[in-house]
T-cell receptor
């Protein structure tokens, strides 16, 4: 089956620090990979995605590269801000007749302090 | 910007009661989904819905659950007889024509508390 493993949180960083949140996956078939973000009191929002090997997704200063050889999709940001405090979910989907059923990781809470 | 809306934002109910959670997906989307997140746990797929029928469902989605698209805009999740373990945040999502790009648009969630 499909599964996503991501590092446990919470991750606490000072503003302007470098962020890495690790994500690895197993999938039957060729998945598309995503990072979703959940800000306090809000729903899940797509942060970035990559649909094939070696693709790099990027948005709002965040980046993640689809690494097929290591089955990974680690999230990085060079300089975090307090406003980046949220829960980050790695997810995958494999093309099927059921639309885009996403398989999520457990989520990693990020706290950024001044 | 179009968005998915969910009601209620929070519902408290007694065990054994029926609950209906409502969602208005983005208007030109074709696929609709329900996910849930038990506090502190991962977001789990419940069901997907396309062309007025269930296209896929998980093991969680047993006979106590049902979904319906009663009109052209609403998409509902019904839990017939709630249990304590149904307490969770329930997220509705929708996706459009480009289904293989994989992007789902999520609502803000409905928090269900079963006492």
């Amino acid at each position: 089956g499909n599964s996503v493993t991501q590092m446990e949180g919470p991750v606490t960083l000072s503003e302007e620090a470098f962020l890495t949140i690790n994500c690895t996956y197993t999938a039957t078939g060729y998945p598309s990979l995503f990072w979703y973000v959940q800000y306090p009191g809000e729903g899940l929002q797509l942060l970035l995605k990559a649909t094939k090997a070696d693709d790099k997704g990027s948005n709002k200063g965040f980046e993640a590269t689809y690494r097929k050889e290591t089955t990974s999709f680690h999230l990085e940001k060079g300089s975090v801000q307090v406003s980046d405090s949220a829960v980050y979910f790695c997810a995958l989907t494999v093309r099927s007749g059921g639309g885009n059923k996403l398989t999520f990781g457990t989520g990693t809470q990020l706290k950024v302090e001044l | 910007e179009p968005e998915v809306t969910q009601t209620p934002s929070h519902q408290v109910t007694q065990m054994g009661q029926e609950v209906i959670l409502r969602c208005v997906p983005i208007s030109n989307h074709l696929y609709f989904y329900w996910y849930r997140q038990i506090l502190g746990q991962k977001v789990e797929f419940l069901v997907s819905f396309y062309n007025n029928e269930i296209s896929e469902k998980s093991e969680i989605f047993d006979d106590q659950f049902s979904v319906e698209r009663p009109d052209g805009s609403n998409f509902t999740l019904k839990i017939r007889s709630t249990k304590l373990e149904d307490s969770a945040m329930y997220f509705c999502a929708s996706s459009g024509q480009g289904v293989h790009t994989g992007e789902l648009f999520f609502g803000e969630g409905s928090r269900l508390t079963v006492l």
